[in-house]
């Protein structure tokens, strides 16, 4: 009766060292697959980010290039951008009307 409580009681070993031999298999492939997963996603991310970085870069450099090509032809020819508030000696003065819808006492 000792032998078959000892063979029972190494069969039981041999089962749970088994168990336990898988039981970590798998979580270390669990572990592996998430830690692979964020990693793919991390990197997903930061591509979109560098793309996106990458085109406002680009669509900067073609409008300060436009810009530069602009600013080195003539003013004639070159229309402003965006155009300045107006000075102290372009605003409205007092007479608003055209001048050819002045009368005399306007221009006096």
Do not use: Y
């Amino acid at each position: 009766m000792g032998a078959a409580v000892i063979g029972e009681a190494f069969d039981t070993a041999v089962t749970l060292g088994l168990a336990l031999r898988a039981w970590i298999a798998l979580t270390a492939a669990t572990v592996t697959l998430a830690l692979v997963s964020l990693c793919v996603a991390v990197v997903w991310v930061c591509e979109g980010v560098w793309r996106g970085v990458a085109a406002a870069a680009a669509a900067m450099g073609a409008r300060n290039a436009l810009s530069a090509s602009l600013a080195a032809s003539s003013p004639s020819e070159a229309p402003e951008l965006l155009p300045h508030p107006p000075g102290a000696s372009q605003a409205r003065s007092a007479h608003s009307a055209p001048a050819w819808a002045r009368t005399d006492k306007d221009t006096a």
